[in-house]
């Protein structure tokens, strides 16, 4: 196991969303809870399109942001001319594409602060995800204020997101474009084949390494999460190893429903093996 061989502790969920599989998921330590880092903008964005799809906001609505509004780390706002009018939709889009913290910060404000976005996260019923601070807040850090999730969680937002449960199929068709432009690609992507077609995003901190998104092989389309703790150049290559082991297993030919495990069980028992395996049981944790 790829999860024995290494010192970052780590964590897996993994979804079939083409069918292939029986629309199975499974997960080895589902329930680890790593500090989220920016794994939890895919939660921010998630709201945003839920309130574009309600009416409640237009992406092509204006923002002011100001000096004041800019942190560090990574992002391509903080070295443009402020202040100026930024769209929703362009927040929406550098949050995910550059991993934009000052886009992520003006958004949590816009939708007013921590508490919607976490009422999303318990109406889900994804009990380790919360938000409690912004990018870059080390008064927040000290306090002893993180952000947090788990495997489980993730597989339940990009499961219900993939399955257009929790915003409109326009809406989810953004939000994996935007994924798909992920400008940080040194795990998922760096670990297949050139050119296989994936959606996702990073987490980064000294002390997680995390990637998680869609593989979006047309018939074998998959949502996979991989969170790992520990220092972060080790997290990284076991980010990559994981990675690789789902896609080989993934596109590797479907045995003949006689020899596949699912089909002996359904012809001796009638028994629904989809929750086999799972810390939460498909979407949503419902």
């Keep these: 196991m790829v999860a024995a061989s290494t010192a970052n502790p780590a964590g897996v969920a993994v979804r079939d969303l083409s069918g292939r599989y029986g629309d199975q998921q499974i997960a080895v330590n589902g329930s680890f809870r790593p500090k989220a880092a920016s794994v939890i903008k895919l ?5 945003l399109l839920r309130r574009v799809d309600c009416g409640q906001l237009s992406l092509e609505r204006q923002v002011l ?24 939709y362009r927040l929406g889009q550098y949050m995910i594409k550059f991993s934009d913290n000052t886009a992520a910060n003006v ?12 009422a ?14 912004k990018f870059l807040d080390a008064a927040a850090v000290a306090r002893g204020e993180e952000n947090y999730t788990s495997p489980d969680d993730v597989i339940s937002l990009l499961g219900a997101v993939g399955d257009a449960q929790i915003i409109a199929t326009s809406s989810r068709d953004l939000m994996i474009g935007f994924m798909a432009e992920q400008t940080l690609n040194t795990k998922i992507p760096a670990a297949l084949p050139p050119g296989t077609p994936v ?19 047309p018939g074998a389309q998959t949502a996979v999460a991989f969170l790992t703790s520990g220092p972060i150049a080790t ?21 003949p ?30």
Excluded at 65 to 87: K, S
Excluded at 120 to 133: F, H, K, P, W
Excluded at 206 to 217: A, E, I, K, Q
């Design 107 to 118: 958004l949590i404000d816009q939708l007013g602060g921590f508490a919607p976005i976490n």
């Design 257 to 286: 429903d006689e020899d596949r495990p699912d089909q002996v069980e359904d012809q001796r028992g009638g028994e629904d093996r989809r929750g086999q395996g799972e810390d939460r049981p498909g979407p949503g944790g419902n």
């Design 120 to 133: 999303l996260i318990d109406s889900m019923n994804q009990a380790e995800t919360v938000l409690d601070r």
């Design 235 to 255: 997290g990284d290559e076991t980010g990559r190893r994981l990675a690789r082991t789902v896609y080989d297993y993934v596109t590797a030919p479907v045995p």
């Design 43 to 47: 939660w921010i964005l998630v709201e």
């Design 199 to 217: 959606a996702h995003k990073t987490g980064d901190l000294p002390d997680v390494s995390h990637d998680v998104g869609y593989y979006l092989m």
């Design 65 to 88: 942001v100001t000096r004041d509004d800019v942190v560090d780390g990574t992002g391509q706002l903080q070295f443009e001319t402020f202040p100026q009018l930024v769209t929703l």
